[in-house]
């Protein structure tokens, strides 16, 4: 496999909650590819849908509310939509890892640090030596004094070290793909960025594929290569950062963009995105940003839009919009 091949590959994927009010359809259509030693970031707004397409990569959506409707997700070519439970359980960790938002709920607070990195190795059958193991993994994500730190227990630690240790734990499998869900929210600035830092080290060393997402664009432009952007469950934009960052095609796109503050450039006022996006069981036929849009029009409240080439036609940009044509 070169660089180049998708080791996840996400087609028209739909997942749905029943709620006691109905169905809602939380994902729907998405599809997107991730390359081996790709970073791939998601952005949206809250309740975009980041999470569910996160949840039902890995099968763990809530239950028993949520299921996936429709779609396929392959991870090297095999549909994890299609596997039983017990074969998704040996796939998670081993062949994808996941990290979430908070790494005060993601540790066991009984168990000690060394334990639960011992444990996440015995799950990808490493035997022998395995207590030194995990104190080199740890020595791997910058824990400091890691042969000392290793008998702990997590709130002996601080956010940022907790948040390291959650990183030795998803790469113990040597996993193809790791989902990290807004991994940094819960940290302050300094340790942000040394986290991302990790990360960055980590896809370097082993190759994986991250998938990162994220409300802050920053982290994106820093971080990523590729993008996706989620409005209302579907994809309304994708492509390069620089094309997506330089080119926005979907406006949408042109208002994250604009809400977010430029250390370079003088502000007057924050851009706010007007509006709310609208309640999943309300959506029409339309474009689902219309409402909240300057450019929509009739058709465009009426019609779903096309996908069609992002602004400067760069190689997979892409935008879900009927106006893009006339974007400034
Ligand atoms: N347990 C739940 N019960 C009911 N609705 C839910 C539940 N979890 C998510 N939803 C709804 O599913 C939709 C998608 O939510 P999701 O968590 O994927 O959004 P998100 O983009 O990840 O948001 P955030 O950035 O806030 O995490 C939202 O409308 C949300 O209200």
Redesign the pocket.
Known sequence: MTKNDPILCVKNLRTE?A?SSGA?E??RGVSFSVNKGETLGIV????????????SIMRVL?RP??RIAGGSIRLDGRDLVQLTESEMTRIRGREIGMIL?DPHTSLNPVYTIGNQVIEALQINQQRGGLLEKAISLLKKVNVADAARRVHAFPHQMSGGMKQRVVGAISIAGAPKVIIA??PTTALDVTIQLQYLELLEQIQQETGTAIVF?T?DLGIVARLCHRLVV?YA?RIVEEGTVDDVFNAPSHPYTVALLNSVPHVDRKVDRLYAIKGN?P??HEIGTGCSFAPRCPLADTRCKTVSPPTVPGKNHGQGHFAACWKTGEMA
């Open positions: 909650l709620l809602i939380v994902v949206g707004e809250s309740g975009s849908g980041k999470s569910m397409t996160a949840l809530p509310i949520g938002q869900d807004e997402i409300h989620m469950g996006p309640a999943l």
